[in-house]
Structure formats: C-alpha cells, structure tokens
C-alpha cells in the first residue's frame, strides 16, 4: 500500500513538510509506502472551467506546461492521499488550489476516480487560520466520496520558522495519531476487500435553482 502526500508550501522543508513527514513516520511503522511531492514552488494555472476534461474523458486537463496529469495519475495509483498546505490569508495556498481544484475535477468527470481512497488533510500554521484552512481542503476529499481518518483534534500544528512545529506537542500528538488511525483504515480496507462489497456508485444528480 501507499500513501501520497502532497506539500503545497512554497518552502520544501518548511512546517507543512515535517507536519506531513510525522503523518508519513507513523505509517511507514505499519509498513506503508509514503511519497512526499512538493507542488508549492510549482507554476501551476487555475482551471479555466473549459470543460474540455469533462468532453475528452482521458483523465487529463486540457491545460499544458505543469505536472498536473502527472500527479492526478500519481493520485490514481496510490491507496490513500495526505494534503498538506500552509495558511496564506486565512486559507490555502494559491498554487496548492490550482492545483486541486483541476485534480479533483477531473477525477470527477471521470467516473469518479478517487472514490472510496483514504484521504486526510493537515495544516501548518503561525497562529490563526488553521481551521478554515483544513476545511476548504477536506472539501476535495469529501466531494470525491473518501474514507477520512480523524485525530483527537482538528489536523493544525504551529510554528513560524522551518521546524518550529516540533515545538508544539498537541501538534504533533495530532499528526502521529492522524498516522495511526490513516494507517489502520487503510489496513482494514485491504483486508476486507474480497469479503464486504462497497456500495454501487451512483450517478450524481444537478439540482439547479434557476430555470
């Protein structure tokens, strides 16, 4: 099994990398896989709502010139998925949104390509909005219909300068137990797999309150 996390700092080995690396520690204890790509230094465009993914249904973005097919794919192929992202303004970072915004899109005009994977988000912060943060990333995952693991505490751990984070205890309490439990339901996945069907997919329905 493998897990892929996604790191949407500008900085390679700032505090959403070690946040995502003590998620990433507790699971290769269980003997899973973990990959860590940094996208945040990347130049990644928005989606331009073209729909041309949803026309030519090949898995891609009609978009040129980054990596964005080459992560969905990587996506694809992986059990379970981590994002990661700092706070700018009280949200996600820029290019980290670009970046899902086209991914998990895709993934939904192509059958649904991330369903029923593991998925969790975690979030480094100074100070305030870490919350809001964490949330408009778990919208990606529950909209793709994923299994996400939980911790005794929303997925934010502080720090300013690369590495801080390692000072904050509860934080990282938060990212170890993220990793266990991450670890366990993806365990319980594989193992169950031949012997409880998962429920059908269904085809999702648009309700438009303007005619």
């Given amino acids: 099994m493998k897990v892929i996390a996604f790191n949407g700092s500008p900085k390679e080995k700032g505090n959403t990398y070690h946040a995502l690396k003590m998620v990433g520690d507790e699971l290769e204890k269980e003997g899973i896989e973990f990959e860590i790509i940094h996208i945040g230094n990347e130049i990644v465009r928005g989606c331009i709502a073209c729909n041309g993914c949803a026309k030519n ?12 097919n080459v992560w969905i794919q990587k ?8 994002l990661g992202s700092p706070v700018h303004f009280a949200s996600l970072g ?23 994977k593991v998925g969790a988000s975690v979030v480094a912060v100074r100070r305030s909005g870490g919350v809001p943060t964490f949330d408009q990333l778990n919208n990606y995952l529950n909209y793709s219909e994923m299994l996400m693991p939980t911790t005794n505490y929303w997925n934010v751990i502080h720090g300013l300068k690369p590495g801080e984070v390692e000072q904050d205890e509860e934080g990282k309490q938060i990212m170890r137990l993220l990793g266990k439990n991450m670890a366990w339901l993806l365990k319980m996945i594989d193992y169950t797999k031949n012997t409880i069907i998962p429920p059908e997919k269904e085809n999702k329905k648009y309700t438009h309150f303007i005619r």
């Fill in 57 to 68: 249904r090949n898995e891609e973005c009609v978009l040129p010139g980054d990596k964005v």
């Fill in 94 to 116: 820029a290019t980290m949104k670009a970046f899902l915004d086209r991914a998990f899109y895709v993934a939904s005009v192509n059958g649904g390509m991330f369903r029923h």
């Fill in 75 to 82: 996506l694809k192929n992986a059990d379970g998925v981590l």
